[in-house]
């Protein structure tokens, strides 16, 4: 019987092979959903970095259709898309704050 082997970013299995892990780990479906997995776990403070990290995408930026999508290496965050991001990460941190006050300390 061949082993199989699942992939839980993509939620799929296929036959185990040194060969066939190899390809699916480094395919572009499996890179994207290991991405988006993460990206779920960021914070906006942390995903603003990314952004910022990456060049823009003119494409995508002029009004153009950009076939990458999600997947694309330059960032698709308009002026408008970064404001909102910045007031989240504004929002997150002051959420973390409450947070780290001992209950002792918080007046009811
Ligand atoms: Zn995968
Ligand atoms: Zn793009």
Do not use: W
């Amino acid at each position: 019987m061949v082993k199989r082997y699942y992939c839980d970013f993509c939620d799929c299995s296929y036959p185990y092979s040194d060969e066939a892990f190899k390809k699916h780990r480094t395919g572009h479906h499996h890179i994207k959903q290991r991405r988006a997995h993460y990206d779920k776990f960021k914070n906006a403070r942390e995903r603003l970095e990314d952004e910022a990290k990456k060049s823009k995408c003119r494409r995508f930026l002029s009004g153009q259709e950009c076939s990458f999508g999600d997947s694309c290496v330059f960032s698709h965050l308009t002026q408008a898309g970064t404001e909102a991001l910045q007031q989240l990460a504004l929002e997150e941190e002051r959420q973390e704050r409450k947070m780290q006050i001992p209950t002792a300390q918080r007046r009811t």
